[in-house]
T-cell receptor, first 114, second 110 residues
Framework: DADVTQTPRNRITKTGKRIMLECSQTKGHDRMYWYRQDPGLGLRLIYYSFDVKDINKGEISDGYSVSRQAQAKFSLSLESAIPNQTALYFC?????????????FGPGTRLLVL | DAKTTQPPSMDCAEGRAANLPCNHSTISGNEYVYWYRQIHSQGPQYIIHGLKNNETNEMASLIITEDRKSSTLILPHATLRDTAVYYCIVRVYNNNDMRFGAGTRLTVKP
């Protein structure tokens, strides 16, 4: 869905490097999320934000940090990348138009840590 | 601990209805049933959700049993482009935590 974009789409980095994954959305949603997906498995929540002043840890936040620069932008950082952070990363947004929230996902960033 | 149980894989003939089951025997009264799908390694796509009534939209129908312990997603006329992993998720309204299990890999065959 072009309303949620992620950059880069693919990234190869080395152990110990700091990297940032970026997410932008034009849907005007307040809520944004970062997930990771490992091969053959479902998605797991890393961090989420309900507005620019709100940051919350998800199921697997260790080794990650986030920044909500604006309503439309939510970045995920790996301060010191390690090989087991190799995964597919998804950003998502949501809102509550009628009280029944659904999430809309970006195309994903494929990260390889050597 | 998984809240939902889905078969790992299913096949369906093109043009036929695809019926994907999901068991959620421990569902709470305030939990909704959501369905998403993921094509290849693209971002998951929302399909439909419901609380206790059957729901239908342009993509699919959701049938929830009266006791709410199971549900079925129905794609009425499956096409090759419906080949994907389908996830059944139960969650409380307004709860940020969307727990994706392994899902069902649906293969639509010509």
């Amino acid at each position: 869905d072009a309303d949620v974009t992620q950059t880069p789409r693919n990234r190869i980095t080395k152990t110990g490097k700091r990297i940032m994954l970026e997410c932008s959305q034009t849907k005007g949603h307040d809520r944004m999320y970062w997930y990771r997906q490992d091969p053959g498995l479902g998605l797991r929540l890393i961090y989420y934000s309900f507005d620019v002043k709100d940051i919350n840890k998800g199921e697997i936040s260790d080794g990650y940090s986030v920044s909500r620069q604006a309503q439309a932008k939510f970045s995920l950082s790996l301060e010191s990348a390690i090989p087991n952070q190799t995964a597919l990363y998804f950003c998502a947004t949501s809102d509550l138009p009628s009280g029944e929230e659904t999430q809309y996902f970006g195309p994903g960033t494929r990260l390889l840590v050597l | 601990d998984a809240k939902t149980t889905q078969p790992p894989s299913m096949d369906c003939a093109e043009g036929r209805a695809a019926n994907l089951p999901c068991n959620h025997s421990t569902i709470s009264g305030n939990e909704y049933v959501y369905w998403y799908r993921q094509i290849h390694s693209q971002g998951p796509q929302y399909i439909i959700h419901g609380l206790k009534n059957n729901e239908t939209n342009e993509m699919a129908s959701l049938i929830i049993t009266e006791d709410r312990k199971s549900s079925t997603l129905i794609l009425p006329h499956a096409t090759l482009r419906d080949t994907a992993v389908y996830y059944c998720i139960v969650r409380v309204y307004n709860n940020n935590d969307m727990r994706f299990g392994a899902g069902t890999r649906l293969t639509v065959k010509p």
